[in-house]
């Protein structure tokens, strides 16, 4: 299980050691290329090893195509520009107390726990991060979804005042993206609003962002502005982008390639071998029995 | 002119002494292998791209020492290319053959990339000068137009590996289409010379 609390880690020793490791590694593997070539073997095997990944580059490593679709484009584009306070989120749909609320008064009444998740991004590479939220289930139960609530829909603020990336159209904006019911509420769900014990930066979804860590990235929606309750499946913004490649569940599945690249491995930032891929990113235990008896390749 | 061709190797060599220092000195950014592997393929089809070009424009320019930077241009876009696959092959798949086997089998846009590299590999091979006599002069022209195949290759290999900013990709389609568009005017013009 990989929720742990971590109040008494420093993100300078993290950030320091982790980058002076990780440029050792590059090197001695750059030395390596020269001398062994053809020598190698496969993957290595499994680690347990999920070493935070440094803030640095937590924060400057990111997809937010809203501030430019070049993964060093939000760290440079956002801050500044993204106005985070004040901030409300519009929750509506099936539910039976809805409503407009300011982001304190959404956070205030729930516990904050930091919780360090891996993070596996469609693209292939992988993060390891603390996060700092509220478990959503808590958060939902407030407005009293009705029977008829299977699903939750959450929207991205779309303000091309504050988001230079509108202005192409690679995706429709806003963004949006969906879970079902079970999956909002089950406890690994994080209504995140920091990391590394401090508040989210724009570049990383400030001032409240989706976390569901045995999904795909992309499923983690940034800079929430309105949550709706829904009967049937939303459509979230890359499945409508391209059906054939992006579902609407994007569980993170080893043996379930994207049709351009293999997901059977990922590069952790910071390291230099890929290393073997999880089954839901290593959270079959929590999740794995939301999806009892589908088919995965189906509905990928 | 005795410069220009020593002037140009140099600063073609730029951007791997560029990348080899990053690399020294840990600045290839937050995803060093991918970083050196996609700057890698930038500059392969930018090399490509330029040997394409040094004819229009010579023609255009009338500036006839040109014509000496064309060979070049070709084998810096393919050193490149060789640069590309080595830092695909032995930094990211870790001499994985397997695995690259499955990926030119299963990956549309890799496929196409090592179309492009089959396709270059002859050209390469026959660019000395010893070898353009031995082949013939016709016969190594005739050969040497698989150049335009493979800039198609290479272009459309960048092109489905993006996720969905087609932006780049479609600038170099555009330079592309440029070049390829300037010789089908002259084949028309003058068919007896293209
Ligand atoms: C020989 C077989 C080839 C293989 C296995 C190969 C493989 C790759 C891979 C794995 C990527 C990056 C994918 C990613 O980072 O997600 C890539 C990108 C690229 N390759 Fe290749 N490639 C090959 C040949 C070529 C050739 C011949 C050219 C050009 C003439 C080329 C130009 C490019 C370009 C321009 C990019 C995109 C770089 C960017 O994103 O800026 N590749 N290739």
Redesign the pocket.
């Known amino acids: 299980m990989l929720i742990r609390p971590c109040p008494d880690l420093r993100e300078n020793d993290v950030t320091d050691h982790a980058l002076y490791v990780d440029r050792r590694r590059f090197l001695a593997g750059a030395a390596a290329v020269g001398t062994v070539l053809g020598a190698g073997r496969g993957l290595r095997a499994a680690t347990s090893d999920d070493t935070p990944t440094p803030f640095e580059a937590v924060t400057t490593y990111n997809n937010y195509y809203e501030f430019g679709t070049a993964k060093e484009d939000p760290a440079v584009t956002a801050p500044g520009r993204l106005k985070t306070a004040p901030w409300s989120v519009a929750v509506d749909g099936e539910c039976a107390k809805p409503g407009t609320i300011g982001l304190e008064d959404l956070i205030k009444p729930h516990k904050v726990e930091d919780r360090i998740y891996r993070l596996r991004c469609v693209?292939?590479w992988s993060m390891v991060i603390p996060w700092r939220g509220v478990q959503l289930s808590e958060v939902l139960k407030r407005f009293e979804p009705t029977s008829k609530a299977k699903y939750v829909e959450f929207t991205t603020l779309a303000d091309r005042e504050q988001m230079p990336g509108l202005r192409v159209p690679v995706l429709d904006w806003p963004y949006v993206e969906g879970l079902r019911l079970d999956e909002a509420v089950n406890p690994l769900t994080l209504l995140a609003t920091g990391l590394y014990g401090k508040d989210l930066l724009p570049q990383n979804g400030a001032p409240l962002r989706l976390v569901v860590p045995w999904k795909y990235g992309f499923k983690s929606i940034k800079s929430i502005v309105r949550i709706r309750f829904t009967e049937s499946q939303p459509l979230n913004s890359w499945q409508k982008y391209n059906r054939r490649e992006y579902g609407f569940y994007s569980n993170v599945n080893p043996d379930v390639d994207h049709p351009r690249?293999s997901q059977a491995n990922e590069r952790r930032i910071g390291e230099f071998r890929r290393r073997p891929t999880l089954m839901f990113n290593g959270y079959g235990d929590q999740v794995a029995a939301m999806y009892a008896g589908m088919d995965l390749k189906a509905n990928f | 002119m005795r410069w220009l061709k020593p002037a140009v190797f140099a600063l073609s060599l730029l951007p791997l002494v560029w990348l080899g220092w990053q690399a020294a000195f840990g600045s290839l950014g937050v995803n060093p292998v991918?970083t050196l592997?996609?700057?890698?393929?930038?500059?392969?089809?930018?090399?490509?791209l330029l040997a394409l070009a040094v004819t229009p424009v010579r023609q255009w320019t009338h500036w006839a020492p040109l014509a000496r930077l064309r060979r070049m241009m070709g084998l810096f876009?393919f050193f490149?290319?060789c640069l590309?696959?080595a830092s695909?092959?032995g930094v990211?798949l870790f001499f994985d053959w397997a695995a690259?086997w499955k990926?030119?089998v299963k990956?549309t846009?890799?496929t196409?990339?090592?179309?492009?590299?089959?396709l270059?590999l002859p050209l390469a091979l026959t660019s000395t000068d010893g070898m353009i006599r031995r082949l013939g002069g016709r016969a190594w022209r005739k050969l040497h137009k698989l150049v335009f195949p493979?800039?198609i290759?290479?272009?459309a290999?960048?092109w489905l590996?993006?996720k969905a900013d087609i932006r780049?990709?479609v600038v170099?389609a555009l330079v592309l289409a440029v070049l390829l568009g300037w010789r089908m005017r002259t084949f028309v013009r003058a068919p007896q010379r293209a």
């Open positions: 693209e292939g690249w | 991918e592997n996609r700057t890698l393929g930038d500059w392969a089809l930018r090399f490509l876009a490149y290319v590309h696959l695909y092959v990211d690259l990926d030119v990956r846009y890799i196409l990339g090592m179309g492009c590299f089959v270059l493979a800039a290759l290479g272009v290999h960048f590996m993006v780049e990709p170099y």
